[in-house]
């Protein structure tokens, strides 16, 4: 396991905030951000509702920053403008994706990773965001398959899909360790650091 990425961009807050993301900075901790489009201007939510956090004020946290930034589209729209940001402020180490696997134009800039809530089929992208919202397929096989073809494999962990418990949370962290991914999606940033910390991880 070599990568944390806070669930919202959250670190120890309940919202996403400019604040909350300098914290998944300073604390080497990547971010997954929800990407809407209002009257030409990209903004941050889950939902469709008034803008409040701007993407262009979250990239200004993420210049000269190593972390991994995993950008969720939300709407199709927002593609073009957020690219155009990224390029802006010249951030690097991001990838892009949406739920839909939507199919659009690629640079060498940037890579599109696979939204996988079921084993994936022949697909040839780099990095795989994978879920087990539709059915559990996370298994030793499975897994090395998918390692074997030299995918990179981020997993959403349980409490963002079944809102359990942190010490569930910590027995699902354990099997995606064992299993074998690269990286882990969390609501508990903050406390996955320090759960690999004392298994002996660097993160």
């Known amino acids: 396991m070599n990568t944390i990425i806070s669930h919202a961009g959250i670190f120890d807050t309940e919202a996403t905030s400019i604040e909350s993301i300098k914290k998944c900075v300073t604390n080497n901790i ?51 403008p957020t690219l155009e940001i990224l390029a802006k402020h010249k951030i690097n180490n991001f990838f892009l994706f949406t739920e839909q696997n939507h199919k659009f134009k690629q640079n060498d800039n940037f890579d599109l990773a696979y ?24 298994n030793h096989d499975s897994i090395s398959k998918l390692k074997n073809n030299h995918n990179q494999l981020i997993a959403i962990s349980q409490e963002i899909l079944t809102h359990c418990s942190l010490d569930k949370a910590k027995s699902y962290w354990t099997l995606l360790c064992e299993l074998g991914f690269d990286g882990i999606c969390t609501n508990y940033a903050k406390e996955c650091k320090s759960f690999f910390r004392e298994l002996g991880g660097e993160i």
């Not at 939204?115 to 996370?138: G, H, L, M, R, V």
């Open 115 to 138: 939204y996988a809530n079921t084993y994936p089929q022949k697909i040839t992208n780099k990095i795989i965001w994978c879920d087990e919202s539709i059915k559990k397929w996370f």
């Open 30 to 80: 990547g971010i997954e951000i929800d990407l809407r489009l209002k009257n030409d201007s990209v903004y941050v939510s889950h939902d469709v509702c008034p803008p409040s956090l701007f993407f262009d004020d979250v990239c200004l946290c993420l210049v000269n920053t190593k972390i991994k930034k995993a950008l969720h589209i939300k709407e199709l729209d927002a593609v073009t």
